[in-house]
């Protein structure tokens, strides 16, 4: 609706979390997909340094926060 995005910048972005629910995002997951990730980024010379690293950040925080998503959803899950 135009204002600023204050849920998705805190929360990250709810439908992403909710695209990989199905998936189990582990921290293994989360390290191995991190690690493609900044080897597809390192071989195109096309992209900045610079931009590279803000990419490489954001694609950290994301990553995690999906991983956190996954535990979060593992414990709702748990038979008592
Ligand atoms: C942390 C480890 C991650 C794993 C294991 C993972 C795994 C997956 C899988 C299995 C899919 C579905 C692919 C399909 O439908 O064929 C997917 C979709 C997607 N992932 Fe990830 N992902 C990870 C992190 C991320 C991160 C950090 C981002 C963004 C920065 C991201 C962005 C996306 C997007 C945009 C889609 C497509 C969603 C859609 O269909 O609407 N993923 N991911």
Excluded: C
Excluded at 25 to 36: D, I, L, M, N, S
Excluded at 58 to 74: I, P, Q, Y
């Amino acid at each position: 609706m135009g204002g600023p995005a204050l849920y998705s910048e805190r929360k990250g972005d709810p439908a992403l979390t909710g695209r990989h629910s199905p998936f189990p995002v582990t921290h293994q997951a989360a390290e191995r997909w991190f690690y493609h990730m900044e080897k597809a980024l390192e071989s195109t010379p096309y992209i900045d340094a610079d931009s590279k690293l803000k990419m490489m950040k954001f694609f950290r925080r994301t990553a995690f926060f999906l991983v956190a998503g996954d535990e979060l959803k593992n414990e709702n899950q748990r038979v008592p």
